[in-house]
């Protein structure tokens, strides 16, 4: 399994810094897009497991519609498209038939919660991308997300006592949550001349990234053990699904968007 993860992220990472720093932002935003079905289909599989695959359909409409109005700027039709997702399984339980009406609302309202859980968030990238010096400020992300989560995993292993939370994962110390942290204030060493704000300012955006990341794992640990799996996928090998990659990214991502947005100039 260890093996596995790294020979994942060893594969991934040099497509991964293609697609953010290299290639037509077109594409990057397709892969965007594509994230954000995988990861719909594997919160509905999680969540829903019995929702025709008709309605799983007709609900990425919206996601695709999404992503093409993100990436052109038609920042109008965003709430718009929120709406659709949300009515859109009320209206096929209208006229459909009448063997999962009874589920009529808890489809309504898994899609709902797909949609804004695992859509919006990396539409948000798509925002962030158009920002100047977007694909930096991606990559800052990655870095601190992914520094956080590898800190997190070995000072765990070498130095984990104290349980975080063992009700909702185990494995999880408080140790290594304190590594985390210390390993995502690497990258802004890295990153530092590429930014024209504070060095305070960015190493505190490190600290928060990181702490709503952990925040993020956790509470993806929760879902699926509400839901009783063990992964959201097996899209990718000592991984598991998608979700349970990107679940710190998840949460993360609002984050560096409000500060783009409120804080820096």
């Not at 709902?112 to 962030?128: D, E, K, Q, S, W």
């Not at 504070?198 to 928060?208: D, E, H, I, T």
């Not at 991984?239 to 993360?252: K, M, Q, V």
């Amino acid at each position: 399994m260890h093996l596995k993860r790294w020979l994942t992220g060893i594969i991934g990472l040099p497509i991964l810094i293609y697609l953010v720093g290299f290639a037509p932002r077109w594409l990057f935003h397709g892969f965007l897009c594509g994230a954000a079905v995988v990861g719909f289909l594997e919160f509905t599989r999680m969540a829903a497991p019995s929702m025709p695959a008709v309605l799983k359909a007709i609900a990425l409409a919206p996601i695709l519609l999404l992503f093409w109005a993100s990436s052109t700027g038609s920042y109008f039709l965003l709430l718009a498209l929120l709406s659709l997702t949300s009515v859109s399984p009320l209206v096929f339980h209208l006229f459909a038939d009448a063997t999962h009406r009874s589920e009529a609302m808890e489809h309504t309202s898994r899609i709902t919660f797909g949609f804004v859980y695992a859509c919006l968030p990396l539409a948000m990238l798509v925002f962030i991308d158009r920002y100047p010096a977007g694909n930096v400020w991606i990559f800052f992300l990655l870095a601190v997300v992914f520094a956080s989560d590898t800190g997190a995993f070995y000072f765990g292993r070498l130095l984990g006592r104290r349980r975080l939370h063992p009700s909702v994962s185990p494995g999880k110390t408080w140790e290594g949550a304190v590594g985390g942290l210390f390993c995502s204030l690497i990258p802004v060493y890295v990153f530092q001349s590429f930014f024209h704000v504070g060095k305070v300012s960015v190493f505190f955006l490190a600290l928060v990234l990181s702490a709503v990341g952990q925040i993020g794992d956790l509470a993806e640990s929760l879902m699926k053990r509400s839901f009783g799996i063990k992964d959201s996928g097996s899209i990718l090998p000592g991984h598991g699904g998608l979700l349970d990659r990107i679940d710190g990214l998840i949460f993360a991502i609002p984050v560096l968007y409000a500060y783009l947005t409120w804080v820096s100039p």
